[in-house]
């Protein structure tokens, strides 16, 4: 693992899955401390998990009228530097919240429910945890912590 600018990272995968986005007509807003830490992560698993995690609510919002909004936040706390990155999509039902992250689980037609389980042993590796919750006004927000690179 190497220190990472976070932002960096999840500016790059923005750029990865543009056209996805494009297409399902989301749009991402980037809210970061201007002092965010470095994190200590694998850069190309950190980027993974913010590429299928942008993924999945363009595509949770594909069938939802009005903004299709993707807001990625992120701020330090003593040891860790957390994400959130919620949407404004239907969100994600309490009762669904405790298998999500199992392989072979989808809500989607077609879909193989393996991106959520590669985010959690993503973050799993990185000593970080992973959640969902509903995101204020509606939608899901998922957040993950990272350690933080010291020195």
């Known amino acids: 693992f190497v220190a990472t600018n976070l932002l960096h990272a999840a500016r790059q995968a923005c750029l990865l899955v543009e056209s996805e986005l494009r297409s399902h007509g989301a749009v991402v807003h980037l809210a970061v401390d201007d002092d965010l830490p470095l994190a200590l992560v694998d850069p190309v698993l950190i980027q993974q998990v913010f590429v299928n995690l942008m993924v999945n609510a363009a595509q949770a919002m594909a069938e939802v009228p009005g903004n299709r909004?993707?807001?990625?936040?992120?701020?330090?706390?003593?040891?860790?530097?957390?994400?959130?990155?919620?949407?404004?999509?239907?969100?994600?039902?309490?009762d669904r919240r405790v298998t999500i992250f199992e392989p072979f689980r989808s809500s989607r037609p077609g879909g193989m429910g393996m991106g959520l389980a590669i985010c959690r042993n993503c973050i799993d590796a990185h000593g970080g945890d992973i959640w969902v919750d509903s995101a204020p006004g509606g939608g899901a927000a998922f957040s993950f912590t990272v350690p933080l690179a010291h020195g």
């Open 69 to 94: 909004d993707i807001t990625i936040m992120m701020r330090a706390t003593a040891q860790a530097v957390a994400v959130e990155i919620r949407d404004t999509g239907p969100g994600v039902p309490p």
